[in-house]
């Protein structure tokens, strides 16, 4: 598998010899339940490689230079070997089911909780909470993990929906932002196929643009909303769920904007997008085309 073999590049250094070392007997035991995918055997190796390390990277540095150059070799080996820990159970976790997943995942997050693989890891996991019946653990797992991964987008849309579901549009306004602004500078995952990070990161983007802008025109904050509703139309298209009230909201927020600046042309665009949202069934639509005709109404009312 090409990510393991990435992972076991990362750990060709130079490797002091100790004999009956205990660290470099519990690593090659590690590697060998890797290769086979033996999960069991990978949570109970690094839990028990993972307080050896720790102890290593304790130990105080030798008063003599003679030794100096031994002890930071010995050192940068056991930082390379306490990653591969944390790779080990993050590499077997997403390759395994639901159940194991999750349990590997939790362990990953104990052996190190600011760990790079986890940042990986979390959109997996979500969805074997769910598959496992324990979503109702998602959220809070969500808003812990993003003090260490404030950019995380798999934790940023759990943040945001969960905050909307209950009503604290505040917070679900600066989730959606904060989505859309990690989004648009985050690289495509190592492991993701281009075609599969494009689907994913376009159906988040929507989700934020989206939330963002009903939020910033339910507020009065018509600008802002403009903008949001916006760029998350194009990225909405094929989804009535969303469409209709994208449409109604972008029309409304430019109505009030075409009002306030005397822009009959903004208020003609906005009586266009409600008569667009008025032809998506659902909610929306009554609203939608009443609003269109106010509209066009009041444009005409305009030099």
């Given at each position: 598998?090409?990510?393991?073999?990435?992972?076991?590049?990362?750990?060709?250094?130079?490797r002091p010899v100790v004999?009956?070392?205990?660290?470099?007997?519990?690593?090659?035991?590690?590697?060998?339940?890797?290769?086979?995918?033996?999960?069991?055997?990978?949570?109970?190796?690094?839990?028990?490689?993972?307080?050896?390390?720790?102890?290593?990277?304790?130990?105080?540095?030798?008063?003599?230079?003679?030794?100096?150059?031994?002890?930071?070799?010995?050192?940068?080996?056991?930082?390379?070997?306490?990653?591969?820990?944390?790779?080990?159970?993050?590499?077997?976790?997403?390759?395994?089911?639901?159940?194991?997943?999750?349990?590997?995942?939790?362990?990953?997050?104990?052996?190190?909780?600011?760990?790079?693989?986890?940042?990986?890891?979390?959109?997996?996991?979500?969805?074997?909470?769910?598959?496992?019946?324990?979503?109702?653990?998602?959220?809070?797992?969500?808003?812990?993990?993003?003090?260490?991964?404030?950019?995380?987008?798999?934790?940023?849309?759990?943040?945001?929906?969960?905050?909307?579901?209950?009503?604290?549009?505040?917070?679900?306004?600066?989730?959606?932002?904060?989505?859309?602004?990690?989004?648009?500078?985050?690289?495509?995952?190592?492991?993701?196929?281009?075609?599969?990070?494009?689907?994913?990161?376009?159906?988040?983007?929507?989700?934020?643009?989206?939330?963002?802008?009903?939020?910033?025109?339910?507020?009065?904050?018509?600008?802002?909303?403009?903008?949001?509703?916006?760029?998350?139309?194009?990225?909405?298209?094929?989804?009535?769920?969303?469409?209709?009230?994208?449409?109604?909201?972008?029309?409304?927020?430019?109505?009030?904007?075409?009002?306030?600046?005397?822009?009959?042309?903004?208020?003609?665009?906005?009586?266009?997008?409600?008569?667009?949202?008025?032809?998506?069934?659902?909610?929306?639509?009554?609203?939608?085309?009443?609003?269109?005709?106010?509209?066009?109404?009041?444009?005409?009312?305009?030099r």
């Amino acid at each position: 598998m090409k990510l393991l073999a990435l992972g076991i590049l990362t750990l060709l250094l130079v490797r002091p010899v100790v004999a009956g070392d205990k660290l470099d007997d519990t690593f090659q035991s590690l590697k060998d339940a890797v290769a086979k995918k033996d999960a069991a055997q990978v949570k109970k190796l690094a839990l028990e490689l993972t307080p050896v390390v720790q102890a290593e990277l304790a130990a105080p540095a030798p008063a003599g230079d003679d030794e100096k150059k031994a002890w930071t070799d010995r050192v940068q080996y056991v930082k390379s070997v306490g990653e591969y820990t944390e790779y080990a159970l993050y590499a077997v976790a997403i390759q395994s089911p639901a159940a194991v997943l999750v349990d590997l995942v939790a362990t990953l997050e104990k052996v190190n909780a600011c760990s790079k693989y986890l940042n990986q890891a979390y959109g997996p996991y979500f969805m074997a909470l769910n598959q496992t019946g324990a979503a109702a653990k998602i959220p809070a797992i969500a808003e812990e993990a993003l003090k260490e991964f404030p950019e995380n987008e798999d934790l940023l849309l759990v943040a945001m929906e969960n905050a909307r579901n209950h009503s604290q549009a505040d917070r679900a306004l600066a989730y959606a932002n904060r989505l859309t602004a990690a989004l648009a500078k985050r690289a495509k995952p190592e492991t993701m196929a281009a075609a599969d990070w494009e689907r994913k990161r376009t159906a988040m983007e929507a989700q934020g643009y989206y939330v963002a802008g009903v939020i910033q025109a339910q507020k009065g904050v018509y600008a802002a909303a403009d903008k949001s509703l916006r760029a998350a139309l194009p990225l909405v298209k094929g989804n009535g769920a969303m469409l209709g009230p994208t449409l109604f909201y972008l029309g409304m927020a430019d109505y009030n904007l075409g009002k306030m600046t005397l822009n009959k042309k903004l208020v003609l665009e906005a009586a266009q997008f409600s008569e667009q949202a008025a032809a998506v069934p659902g909610q929306f639509a009554d609203q939608a085309r009443h609003n269109a005709l106010v509209m066009k109404a009041e444009a005409d009312r305009m030099r």
